[in-house]
């Protein structure tokens, strides 16, 4: 078993305090919960530790010297069995109180991880793997319970358990508690090695589960292509090899819980209690010290199992730490930037002389030293139908996702209606703003839905997005109309009616500029002409800016922008850049009509 690195110990080490740092901001609300749990325990404990104290007392003051005194013997009977009886009571209120705080945190930990993904920035996605982004909103948040109830719980309850039977020991007799102590070093050796060998064990076992979450979302999003390409045993030996890898891992933390948990310390309970029953085998007894064999006897099972149960606790505590600490992270994760200006968007909304989009000098690298786009600069009059083509990789993709202000722009300038992008909020940009994209995002619920997002729409005005759109006729004739349901990723629509209600659902929010990415590379050509009706009802209305692999369909554009390597190299309608012999645009159009 490899033992714990200088580093994998600075690691756990940072992982316990994002842990703790989490727990705080997931249980701030229910501190009052959680000192009431506390003072329950502490009280179960001081009425557990008054039981062996007054079965003492019946020995040695009435069995022992026969002074069967039943009034004050059915008093002390009855203590034990009342303390025994509200200890319980107490413990089931506070893990009842428990409970609740842990469920509650886990609720707050799921919105809290839910709203900080929502807000994180597109960069973060180009990185990130969505099946274990579900695992730790899922499964990590969940391993928070289990640190409050399995882990907090068992390990506060078992130390003042401990605390309160080592005093009750030195009040009856503090040489055989010494005795007892004396096992304190060897159970935090246990401990110690018990984290050295289990912790990077545990740390990978989490990662790997992580890493089989994601292997199965992304083998069940492309299955089509999967099988399609026969890939099903080559992902399946993937999938087998990380299995293994998992299994590796839990393997070595079994057998560091099987080797230094329960049965050392189990040996160590023999230990003592033969230790015990030595000392008083060596000394001279009275008949007063039997009540004190008793008492300590019993004590002894309250201070074996409270540390058997703090050391199996150990194992959990790792994986909830490790959990806590991957969910701390994603928390810790940069949001995107937020944007305030609204009243400068309000006032610039009134003056119809500023373009819809106006771009400066604008230069922009996913990684430093690869420029994507160079010295941009263009400028689109409002309610103009603008088309931007160009070969993959010419730029539009990252022009359109800095539009969208998806990314920033170091250097250079973006205005929308005369105001910098970075001045306008959030909330009043992305009614500004619409887009449709190139794959429709369609939930699984009905076209209502999907057409609202939630946006408090009237039946009124999603019908007039939808007809605007062009959708409204296929929608209408679905089972339940408007409120079919479209199953998951919209399975009951064909490719182009996804497109169309993806444009109706932009419509829907009154963008005063609409933002097309391609929106026409997968539907047939009749559809197409669709949408090609549906942009020509919006020229004057709305801006229209338009990415497209199809040229047909922005051919009757106002103007046609053409990229190439990040630089403009033509601009002009149809049929100007058509005038240009040997010109990109010209050899693309061509190309296209020649594949036709």
């Known amino acids: 078993m ?286 007063t010290e039997v009540g004190i064999l008793y008492a300590f006897i019993s004590y002894l099972a309250r201070v074996i199992e409270p540390l058997i149960q703090i050391t199996m606790q150990f194992s959990q505590l790792q994986q909830s730490v490790v959990a806590s600490a991957r969910v701390a992270t994603l928390l810790d994760e940069g949001a995107a930037r937020e944007h305030t200006g609204a009243r400068a968007v309000r006032a610039a909304a009134n003056d119809s002389n500023a373009p819809a989009i106006a771009i400066r000098h604008l230069d922009f690298a996913y990684n430093p030293g690869q420029p994507v786009l160079h010295d941009l600069s263009l400028e689109i009059p409002q309610g103009d139908f603008v088309g931007i083509v160009g070969h993959t990789g010419s730029g539009k993709s990252t022009l359109l996702s800095l539009l969208l202000r998806f990314y920033p722009a170091p250097h250079g300038s973006i205005l929308v209606h005369g105001v910098p992008l970075d001045d306008i909020d959030n909330e009043r940009f992305r009614a500004e703003v619409g887009l449709v994209p190139q794959d429709p995002f369609l939930l699984a619920a009905s076209a209502r839905d999907n057409i609202d997002m939630g946006r408090g729409l009237t039946p009124a005005q999603i019908e007039a997005a939808a007809r605007a759109a062009h959708a409204h006729d296929f929608i209408a004739a679905l089972d339940q109309g408007y409120d079919t349901p479209l199953g998951e990723g919209g399975s009951r629509l064909s490719v182009g009616q996804k497109q169309l209600i993806a444009i109706a659902r932009a419509l829907a929010g009154a963008p005063r500029i609409l933002l097309l990415d391609e929106a026409t590379s997968h539907i047939d050509s009749q559809t197409e002409q669709i949408v090609q009706v549906a942009l020509d009802e919006l020229r004057g209305k709305v801006t229209v800016i338009a990415i497209a692999h199809r040229l047909s369909t922005i051919r009757d554009a106002n103007r046609i922008i053409v990229l190439n390597h990040g630089r403009i190299t033509e601009t002009g309608p149809h049929e100007q850049l058509m005038q240009i012999d040997g010109g990109l645009y010209q050899r693309l159009y061509l190309l296209q009509q020649l594949a036709a």
Not at 100 to 128: I, K, N, Q, W
């Open 2 to 287: 490899k033992p714990e690195t200088k580093s994998d110990t600075a690691s756990t080490r940072g992982q316990m305090r994002q842990a703790l740092s989490l727990l705080r901001r997931a249980a701030l609300p229910d501190q009052h919960h959680l000192g009431w749990a506390i003072l329950w325990l502490i009280a179960a404990a001081l009425l557990e530790v008054l039981g062996p104290i007054m079965g003492k007392a019946l020995i040695d003051e009435h069995l022992l010297p026969h002074h069967l005194d039943w009034p004050r013997m059915a008093a002390l009977l009855a203590g034990v069995v009342l303390t025994g009886w509200i200890a319980s009571g107490l413990r089931y209120l506070q893990l009842v109180r428990l409970s609740g705080l842990a469920m509650r945190s886990v609720m707050r930990l799921r919105e809290m991880v839910y709203t900080h993904v929502l807000l994180l920035p597109m960069s973060f996605f180009d990185r990130a793997i969505t099946g274990q982004l579900v695992s730790r909103v899922t499964n990590d948040t969940e391993a928070v319970k289990s640190l409050y109830i399995q882990v907090l719980f068992v390990m506060l309850d078992s130390t003042i358990v401990l605390v309160g039977t080592v005093c009750a020991m030195a009040f009856l007799d503090w040489r055989l508690m010494l005795i007892v102590l004396a096992l304190l070093p060897a159970v935090l050796l246990i401990v110690w090695l018990y984290q050295r060998w289990s912790a990077p064990a545990v740390t990978r076992a989490r990662a790997l589960r992580s890493e089989i979450n994601g292997q199965m979302a992304e083998s069940i999003g492309g299955m089509s292509v999967l099988q399609a390409s026969n890939a099903e045993q080559r992902f399946g030996q993937r999938f087998a090899n990380t299995n293994q890898e998992h299994y590796t891992a839990r393997l070595a933390e079994l057998r560091a819980n099987a080797w230094l948990l329960r049965p050392a310390l189990d040996l160590f309970n023999i230990i003592l209690l033969a230790a015990v029953i030595f000392v008083f085998g060596h000394r001279e007894m009275t008949a």
